[in-house]
Structure formats: C-alpha cells, structure tokens
C-alpha cells in the first residue's frame, strides 16, 4: 500500500474521515514504517515534528481510523496494543527477542474445521511467536 500525501487525504476524506494535518501525518507515519506501531511508538516518532501533538490525539486518531475501518487493532501482548493498516486477513509472527512484528500471508481454510460447522466468524487472528532471522544471526 503506497500513497502520496494527495492521495492519503483523499483516502481519508472517502473514509468519512477529516484529513487534519496530524491524521495525515499520523496514517503517512504508519504506511511509510510498516512497524504495526503501539500509541507511543507514533507519539516518539512524531512530537518533535508536530509540537502539538499529544499522546491522546494519537489515541483518538487511531480509535477514528478504526471505527472508519481503516486501520486494526493487533492485541498478541495483553498490555501492548499496536495498530495495523493491513486489512485483508493475515498473520502475524512476533519476535521474542527484538519485539519486532511482521505481517504473514496466511489465510486458513476454516469451513474445513468440523470444531467450527454452524459458527460466524466475525474476527480471525493468527499470531506466532519465535526469534527472526536477524536475531538468530546475531546469536551465532
Ligand atoms: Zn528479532
Ligand atoms: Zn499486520
């Protein structure tokens, strides 16, 4: 998902959402990073850039995007919520040693589940755990 800045306002604007400077600057911020950023991962990266920034509109915005559908929320830690602009359905692998968190194309064939026969599933997450390769290198 590439954008330019023309274009990330748009997309908000046929979101149903204002595109102020900040959420432009916010949604840009977790396009260009790709890092499924927490609150203040965005807050740390942007309050030099943006003075008036604060941890709450970053909260705000965020919670916006997500009613908007536009952005997720990935909860694999229960006291560390990161948000995502992924919205197709995919997997996450997060590393044990550096925290960092990729995406993984990975979408599983769930009518073939007997477990499920007659459920909705109205939300999927599929979350892995272990040590990334830049870790692993380090470590040898
Ligand atoms: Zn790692
Ligand atoms: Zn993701």
Known sequence: MRFYTEDISTYLKEHGVKPSYQRLKIFQYIMENNNHPTVDT???????????????????????????????????????????????????????ECGKLLDIDLDI????????????????????????CDCKGKRN
Not at 60 to 84: G, H, M, P, S, W
Not at 109 to 116: A, F, G, H, R, V
């Open 42 to 96: 965005i807050y740390r990266a942007l309050c030099h850039e943006i003075p008036t920034l604060s941890k709450t509109t970053v909260y705000n915005t965020l919670n916006l995007f997500i009613e908007q559908k536009i952005a997720n929320v990935i909860v694999i830690e229960e006291n560390e919520t990161r948000y995502d602009l992924v919205m197709g359905t995919h997997g996450h692998f997060k590393c044990v």
């Open 109 to 132: 064939n769930y009518d073939s589940c007997e477990e499920l026969d007659g459920c909705d599933i109205t939300e999927k997450h599929i979350y892995l755990k272990g040590i990334c």
